[in-house]
């Protein structure tokens, strides 16, 4: 595996050129970083599956360049499915749709749909773009991490969670932190009206001042969005909801919490976009600090802040 920590024209050229010869890219989104493969290679996609550990009956999304591009990968698209990719796409938001003949059983865990994200990453999108000049049609990705486990925001985290899993061929592109830092807004845009999978950045309330629709939420028991399990999202150490931090925790927590005797504070974010964007870079450092536990202190609110309660719910989670 090569690390690469500058993006220039001429290394995003030779990672798509990479993807086209089989093997695995780890790339930068504006949400997480993604483990990406050439969305139309069978043995490439085999290899995400074995690098993450993942179940091989849960579907991947497709990463495409623009919105042009979704009619290759899907079909019957309902108008507010193309009014919500208008409105957000490049962005954190990914649609689930009924999948064309591109959209193989080796992506789609046999479902009969397919999820659709153009990421709005400079690195991200230009990597997808080089990828179609040589014939490539889009590129499938996971987030970057071993399953169940925090998905990376760094270039960094990737190399610590997947090295031991990456070959010789493989890259890693270095492209900053992630700026939203959870993963896409999952919709389900197959019914007549949209269905919200995984809470994101774009939020209930944006999909309707967006499409004029009320969105639904998706009973969880139904779908089968590994991101919905309810153990996922997890540092190896205990994560403890809304409890006093004893000496010895680590702490996440809104910055005008002041940070106990003794307790170790691992983020201190001054508004929500900022809790998003360090939370689980901090869940990642309690781990490499060795701590064992580590308390979080929610936000209050709507939108992002539901998201973020979501993984937290997730990460906190014991069987
Ligand atoms: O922000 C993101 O979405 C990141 C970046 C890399 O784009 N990707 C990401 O992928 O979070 P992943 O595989 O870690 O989570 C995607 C979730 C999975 O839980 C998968 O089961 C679900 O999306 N999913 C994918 N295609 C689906 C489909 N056709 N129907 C229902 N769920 C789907
Ligand atoms: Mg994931």
Request: aromatic share 6%.
């Amino acid at each position: 595996m090569t690390f690469l920590s500058i993006c220039s024209t001429e290394t995003i050229k030779s990672a798509a050129q990479s993807l086209k010869n089989g093997h695995l890219v780890a790339f930068p989104t504006e949400t997480v970083y993604g483990l990406g493969a050439d969305a139309s290679a069978p043995q490439a996609i085999a290899r995400i599956y074995e690098a993450k550990g993942r179940p091989s009956d849960h579907p991947l999304i497709v990463h495409i360049a623009s919105i042009d591009a979704m009619g290759q990968w899907a079909t019957e698209i309902p108008g507010y499915a193309i009014t919500l990719a208008r409105d957000f796409w490049p962005g954190p938001m990914t649609l689930v749709l009924k999948r064309s003949d591109l959209a193989q059983d080796f992506i789609t865990g046999g479902q009969e749909t397919i999820g659709l994200r153009v990421p709005a990453h400079p690195v991200a999108l230009a990597l997808i773009q080089e990828f179609n000049a040589i014939g490539g049609k889009g590129i499938a990705a996971p987030s970057a991490n071993r399953f169940g486990a925090v998905s990376p925001t760094t270039a960094e985290a990737v190399a610590e969670e997947l090295s031991p899993y990456l070959l010789e061929g493989d890259l890693i592109l270095d492209g900053g932190p992630s700026l939203v830092g959870v993963e896409s807004t999952i919709i389900d845009c197959t019914g007549s009206t949209p269905m919200v999978l995984r809470l994101g950045a774009i939020t209930p309330l944006m999909i309707e001042e967006s499409t004029g629709l009320v969105a639904l939420e998706a009973n969880p028991a139904a779908i089968r969005v590994s991101g919905s399990l309810n153990s996922h999202y997890s540092p190896k150490a205990k994560v403890l909801l809304d409890v006093i931090a004893e000496p010895g925790d680590g702490l996440i927590a809104p910055d005008q919490i002041p940070t106990p005797n003794g307790v170790i504070r691992l983020s201190a974010p001054g508004t929500i976009e900022q809790y998003a964007r360090e939370l689980y870079q901090a869940l990642r450092s309690a781990d490499q600090r060795g701590l064992s536990v580590v308390v979080v202190l929610q936000p209050g609110g709507d939108g992002l802040a539901a998201a973020i309660r979501d993984r937290l719910q997730r990460s906190a989670f014991v069987e």
